[in-house]
């Protein structure tokens, strides 16, 4: 038995790590104009931030010019949608072009310099509180392991973050394949987001559409072929494996949990609990309730 498991909101509850990284990036642009029109900045983020809230399906962390997840998905999204509208906006805003335009000097992207706003939000957290792993999902990450079920993290997070946390938090871990016998091997820099050039290809969950062509995360679920995934972002984690599941036979009996948390969206709490039976187990209680349907 193998679990393909993603890592910020299965290992961790990532409520903090989220408003660091949210704090970090309003900074960092309010700090690309000068101390007199910080202000202004400030209130043009702040209603930024409510109008991607009011569209989440319209905004959200953008890859190839398409939505890789909807701006409400985890407490990170928001960030990546916060970027989508400061580039939407800079056609028609003079306000908005400036900053996208500080942003992007010297040859940095919008996604990098968010990217840049992430890590530094959670170092500062990780100063602060330490690693984040919930002592419930270190407990449940033993449990599975001490059940004979092989455990790969895959996680868009660095491994030497993931390796420093899962050793905090005595998990055994291992980036080395050879070395990970009864300890989880990690797959880190995933780059679940990344979707291909071109027109993308999606799928239909309900009433959503949720890209899927996502070559990154594709070569490592044809690597690893799991017998389950686990993940809390829909769009990242579970979109590419529910069309597996649909399309390839190999792929039929793959069982797919999303966690769902106080901050999942109720729209798509909605949309998934109306697939069909089978397709998507939405659990509540986090890995150890992962654990227990699969040691079941
Ligand atoms: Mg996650």
């Not at 069982?255 to 709490?269: E, G, I, K, N, S």
Request: net charge neutral; aromatic share 6%.
């Amino acid at each position: 038995m193998k679990l393909l498991s993603d890592f910020d909101g299965v290992w961790t509850y990532p409520d903090e790590e989220g408003v660091a990284h949210g704090a970090e990036l309003d900074t960092a642009l309010a700090g690309l104009v000068g101390e007199g029109e910080r202000a202004q900045v400030l209130d043009w983020l702040a209603a930024a931030r409510r109008a991607v809230r009011a569209e989440p399906t319209r905004w959200g962390w953008v890859s190839a010019g398409r939505l890789s997840a909807f701006a409400d998905e985890d407490p990170f999204t928001e960030h990546g949608a916060l970027l989508h509208y400061l580039h939407d906006q800079r056609e028609r805003d003079p306000l908005a072009r400036r900053l996208a335009s500080a942003a992007e000097a010297h040859g940095t992207s919008l996604d990098s310099f968010g990217g840049r706003c992430h890590v530094a939000g959670v170092q500062k957290v990780e100063a602060r509180r330490g690693p984040g792993i919930t002592a419930a999902s270190a407990a449940a990450g033993r449990q599975l392991l001490a059940g004979g079920v092989e455990i790969v993290v895959v996680s868009n997070s660095g491994t030497e973050k993931l390796d420093r946390w899962f050793r905090h938090a005595s998990v055994p871990a291992s980036v080395h394949p050879e070395r990970a016998e009864r300890s989880l091997r990690l797959r880190g820099s995933a780059r679940k987001f990344g979707l291909a050039p071109g027109a993308g290809e999606s799928i239909a969950v309900g009433g959503m559409r949720v890209d899927v062509a996502r070559p990154d995360y594709a070569k490592v679920l044809n690597e690893e072929h799991p017998d389950a995934v686990v993940g809390d972002v829909f769009s990242l984690d579970l979109a590419l494996p529910l069309a597996l599941k649909r399309r390839d036979v190999a792929w039929r009996r793959t069982r797919l949990f999303w966690l769902v948390h106080p901050y999942t969206p109720a729209r798509m709490r909605r949309e998934i609990a109306a697939l069909p039976d089978g397709e998507v187990e939405a659990v509540e209680g986090g890995l150890a309730a992962v654990a227990t349907r699969l040691l079941a």
